[in-house]
C-alpha cells in the first residue's frame, strides 16, 4: 500500500508486536510475582526483567535517534539544494521535528513549506505534514 500522511507511521513488527510487549509482560508478571512471595531471588529476577525491557526500549530510542541525526544531515543538505540562496541562513532554525516533518515534502513546495514553518504557521510538526501536497514516501525507515 502507498504511504501517504494518514498511512506513514511506520511499525517493526519484532520491536512493535513481539520484543516490546512480551517484555512488558515479563516484567508485569515479575512484578506481580514480587508483590505476591517477595523473596530476594524473586526481587532479582524483577530487576533482571526491568533491564530487559529497558535495553528492548533502550534499543528503539538510540536507532531513532540516529535515524533523526541522518535525517537533519540528509534535509539540511536538501535544502540547500532546493531553497534559494538568501534562505540557506536560516535553514539551521528549522528544528529536528520539523525537519524530519519536512522530509516527506517534494522539491517544488518544499521552499514554500520552509518559510512558511519559518514564519510559524504550523503548531506541530503534524500541521506540517498535512499540508503537503506532493508527498514523498520514505520506506527506509528504522
Known amino acids: 500500500m502507498a504511504q501517504t500522511f494518514r498511512r506513514h507511521a511506520r511499525y517493526y513488527p519484532l520491536f512493535h508486536f513481539i520484543a516490546s510487549p512480551i517484555t512488558m509482560l515479563v516484567f508485569a508478571w515479575q512484578a ?11 526481587a532479582i529476577e524483577t530487576v533482571a526483567a526491568f533491564a530487559i525491557a529497558a535495553g528492548v526500549f533502550a534499543s528503539r530510542v538510540m536507532a531513532l535517534t540516529v535515524q533523526n541525526r541522518v535525517i537533519r544531515l540528509e534535509m539540511r543538505l536538501r535544502l540547500k539544494e532546493v531553497l534559494p540562496a538568501s534562505m540557506h541562513a536560516r535553514i539551521r532554525e528549522l528544528t529536528v521535528r520539523q525537519l524530519v516533518a519536512l ?5 517544488a513546495e518544499l521552499p ?3 518559510e512558511r514553518t519559518l514564519k510559524g504557521e504550523f503548531a506541530t510538526p503534524r500541521d506540517i505534514k498535512a499540508a503537503i501536497t506532493d508527498w514523498q514516501a520514505d520506506y527506509l525507515r528504522a
Open 112 to 114: 514554500g513549506l520552509v
Open 32 to 42: 506481580w510475582r514480587l508483590v505476591r512471595e517477595p523473596s530476594t531471588a524473586q
Open 103 to 107: 522530509r516527506f515534502a517534494g522539491d
